[in-house]
């Protein structure tokens, strides 16, 4: 019923960016709050970056001032703009879509969807 489709990522050299997309495919939910996740080899899976439906955004210290996320709620889609990007940001890279049925939003209500994961690899 709810699909998340990413694209993106890819291999660049230090210093170099990237970009990331994620959308929804459903017709019957509303959706919340969209955010990036990160797992590195061998690593949990961390957060990278959230926003809300209003737009407040939340990064991760390590990404602070060099990544960007945005969304598209006409598109239902959320985006990572990464800059200056360094061999630890290397990993695969998850979107997540909290859904919910229309008109209903918060504890209880929501429901976290993931994207197939997107691998971004920076080269030193």
């Known amino acids: 019923q709810v699909q998340l489709v990413e694209s993106g990522g890819g291999a660049v050299q230090a210093g170099g960016s990237l970009g990331l997309s994620c959308t929804a495919i459903t017709s019957r939910f509303q959706i919340n709050g969209m955010g990036w996740y990160r797992q590195a080899p061998g690593k949990q899976r961390l957060l990278v970056a959230t926003i809300t439906a209003g737009g407040s955004t939340n990064y991760a210290d390590s990404v602070k001032g060099r990544f960007t996320i945005s969304r598209d709620n006409a598109k239902k889609s959320v985006f990572l703009q990464m800059n200056s990007l360094t061999p630890e940001d290397t990993a695969v890279y998850y979107c997540?879509?909290?859904?919910?049925?229309?008109?209903?939003?918060?504890?209880?209500?929501?429901?976290?969807?993931w994207g197939q994961g997107t691998q971004v690899t920076v080269s030193s």
């Open positions: 997540t879509i909290d859904i919910s049925a229309p008109g209903f939003s918060g504890p209880g209500y929501e429901t976290p969807y």
